[in-house]
């Protein structure tokens, strides 16, 4: 059995296809090589649209969701009923579920070819979280504590067990490259790095700088996994996994995050100044600039998200400790100062500059305006040498905003 | 990846060298485009400075920049009026797509005005107690103006205040009658009209007029009508007085759903996909269970029930390709 669930070469040709189509848009390919390239290059996936994936998942829950139902009656109610048994009991019909929705996962995807498909999302979901509550019940088992979070940090067995789920996400991530494996996995990641420096004596002081160095390391992580051959495989997972450690590492050192968690931490009523706090200050501004420049000056679309939303959460966290402005006004202000901004920005990055455009991606640009047929030999047999329809233009396109749906 | 797709394309003789050269350096040097952030940040500022303004309208009611700000409004939405009237195209039952700016103006004038009406009306009672009046002319504006100036955003806002003055206008009616009689009235309203818009999108796309519109008449009216038939068949199986008969309530979702699904096949918007399977598939679930009280020994069959019919669901769902014949996605 391969290590990787799904066929990697027809993820490779997915891509091919959607990049020539891409390219056929901007008119740098010919329709005929579109088409031949779909042709060379064939993925036999079933990958329905967003909705019917929807769709799909929700019935696929629901399915599982009851007869797994059945399965824990089937379970709970065979035999004698002695005390103590229950535990054993639910961990049988865990193992049972997690195993069976696992062996249907595989069948399915093998003889379906579902790629993300909704169903493989459910299935996957499901039989790792039944495979993770049987750990976590086998865990409880073998200690002969009770299975209170607080309980196991106070004897140091918190980690262990969250150490073991991370182990069994990462497996997952190994074989799925599921894009909500890694999440989880990076929220036990940093669980572990938490858990680990509470217990130690400097710890809730060096906590933010602990989970900051802990970011930066899955961050460097992230990179080299994108120099990996097999990058497009994982490519999902590592992308939301990049975008979540650009969060945290700010959340980390926010200044409204240290200052409320400092409270929390040592059972204070209310948040009162924390150590280093300049140093917040600095964080609290610095990062959302750091990642805005990034992501416009290297192109990269999860930097320059990651900066908008800690930007907007810089401003909260300002207008939480100081009321400047009443709130009316500030929206009003905020309102104006958006539409001036993003207006003055469509106007003046027309022609593209720096780098940096606000026409769609898609519309040929000035570089397609060159006479590409021109270019083109007779490479592609079954090119007929045609002029290439008039490519449709994006442009102009409708909001879709104000769509409150009426309700009774 | 960009010079590993062209590597493949190159050794099957897909694209010459000079194609790969032309594509390799476009993709080097081609800019990035903000163009959907920038279009994202600017409806968040029409949104933000629309509701800031709703508030301070409110306010500052008592003091002496309320006039100033009352004028400021006006002004506001007179100016996306005339700035959309100024860059209008000629009308034309097909779609005339307009400029990014004119789009916005246009949804901000439409927001500022609703705020200046509602404001007119707790003034200077304006329009009396003809509360009806009060959300239909805005309405009939945004009618108007989505379809002269062809904006998809205005006309689902038109749609929504349609739905509100229907709401409305029968609300405070039945506020002097008992409550009892007067909700199921409302979803007698509330499915007339779902339905009757869900025709209008039909109509729209059948008789080509604004053929682009149909989409969004057809999932308001359809949801809303669905909403209603929901409440009526979950109503009616536990009150006596009903219009609507539960089993025929259920029985209505059911073909609308199907319609649904037929309408998204036509169409590709598979979003009415989503909604006829969920809505279908609890109307066929309430009329089993209404089916397994008419015999007791039928209870049984619940365990297997939603196993059984939900994994029949995605088996339809997964077919549907095969139905359908396959194509290049495209659709909402």
């Known amino acids: ?29 010919l329709p005929e090589q579109v088409q031949a390239i779909g042709a060379a290059f064939p993925s036999e996936f079933y990958q329905p649209h967003l909705f019917i994936r929807i769709a799909l998942f929700v019935f696929t829950c629901l399915a599982n969701m009851t007869a797994a139902g059945l399965v824990f009656l089937a379970v709970m109610g065979i035999g004698d009923y002695r005390s103590g048994s229950e535990e054993v009991r639910i961990l049988l019909g865990c193992l049972l579920c997690g195993g069976g929705s696992l062996l249907l996962l595989e069948t399915l995807i093998s003889a379906n070819h579902l790629y993300r498909s909704g169903i493989d999302n459910a299935l996957l979901y499901l039989s790792v979280a039944y495979l993770a509550v049987a750990l976590v019940i086998s865990y409880g088992l073998l200690l002969p504590l009770s299975l209170e979070p607080d309980d196991l940090q106070e004897q140091g067995l918190l980690w262990p067990l969250l150490a073991i789920l991370a182990a069994a996400m990462l497996t997952a991530i190994i074989r799925y490259a599921d894009p909500l494996a890694a999440v989880l996995t990076l929220l036990l990641y940093l669980g572990i790095v938490g858990t680990v420096m509470l217990r130690l004596p400097l710890g809730k002081a060096l906590l933010p700088f602990a989970l900051m160095l802990a970011c930066a390391g899955s961050y460097w992580l992230v990179q080299q996994l994108t120099r990996r051959p097999d990058y497009l495989y994982y490519r999902p997972a590592v992308r939301t996994v990049k975008f979540l450690t650009l969060a945290f590492f700010y959340l980390a050192g926010n200044y409204l995050v240290v200052r409320e968690a400092n409270a929390l931490l040592n059972g204070l009523p209310y948040s009162v100044q924390i150590s280093f706090a300049p140093l917040f200050y600095f964080f609290t501004v610095a990062i959302p600039l750091l990642y805005l420049y990034q992501g416009l000056r290297r192109a990269d679309r999860i930097f320059l998200y990651a900066g908008l939303l800690t930007l907007v959460f810089s401003i909260y966290t300002y207008r939480f400790y100081r009321s400047v402005l009443p709130p009316e006004w500030a929206l009003t202000l905020a309102g104006t100062f958006l539409i001036l901004l993003s207006g003055w920005a469509l106007r003046y990055l027309r022609p593209a500059r720096h780098g940096l455009t606000s026409e769609p991606a898609n519309t040929p640009s000035e570089f397609s305006q060159l006479n590409l047929e021109s270019l083109v030999m007779s490479h592609v047999t079954e090119s007929t040498m045609q002029v290439p329809e008039p490519g449709f233009q994006f442009g102009g396109g409708q909001s879709g905003g104000g769509g409150a749906e009426g309700k009774y | 990846m960009t010079e590993k797709i062209l590597a493949s394309l190159r050794a099957l003789h897909l694209i010459s060298a000079e194609q790969a050269d032309v594509i390799a350096t476009h993709e080097r040097e081609k800019p990035f485009s903000l163009y959907y952030e920038l279009r994202t940040l600017l409806s968040l500022g029409v949104t933000l400075l629309s509701a800031g303004l709703g508030l301070l309208i409110y306010q500052n009611i008592d003091t002496l920049g309320h006039g100033v700000i009352v004028a400021l409004i006006a002004l506001i939405s007179g100016a996306g009026f005339a700035y959309a009237h100024r860059q209008r195209q000629p009308f034309s039952w097909r779609a005339t797509p307009a400029s990014t700016g004119a789009d916005y103006a246009l949804l901000l004038a439409c927001l500022t005005l609703l705020t200046l009406v509602g404001y007119l009306q707790y003034q200077y009672n304006f ?45 405070p009616v039945s506020a002097y009658t008992a409550n009892n009689y007067a909700l199921p009235h409302l979803d007698a309203v509330a499915i007339a009209l779902g339905l009757g818009l869900a025709a209008v999108g039909l109509a729209s796309e ?7 519109f149909g989409y969004t008449y057809v999932l308001l009216g359809s949801n809303l009508a669905l909403v209603a038939l929901l409440t009526a068949m979950f109503r009616g199986s536990y009150e006596a007085a009903s219009f609507l008969p539960p089993l025929l309530a259920a029985l209505l979702i059911i073909g609308l759903s199907g319609a649904l699904y037929w309408y998204a096949r036509r169409t590709h918007s598979y979003i009415f996909v989503l909604l006829g399977a969920l809505y279908g598939y609890i109307a066929v679930t309430y009329l089993y269970f209404q089916l397994s009280e008419l015999n007791r020994d039928f209870e049984v069959t619940a365990f297997l029930y939603f196993p059984a019919s939900a994994v029949g669901v995605v088996l339809l769902l997964l077919n549907l390709k095969k139905i359908v014949g396959s194509h290049e996605q495209k659709g909402i």
């Open chain 1, 1 to 29: 059995m391969s290590k990787k669930a799904y066929n990697e070469q027809w993820i490779f040709n997915r891509e091919v296809q959607d990049t020539a189509r891409r390219w056929g848009k901007s008119k740098l390919l």
């Open chain 2, 127 to 171: 329009f009396g107690s003809r509360y009806g009046l009060l959300v239909i002319l805005p309405t009939l504006v945004f009618f108007y103006c989505a379809y002269r100036f062809d904006h998809r955003g205005v006309l689902s806002m038109a749609l929504t205040g349609l739905a509100a003055w229907v709401g409305v206008s029968i609300a």
């Open chain 2, 206 to 212: 059948h008789q080509d007029r604004k053929k682009h």
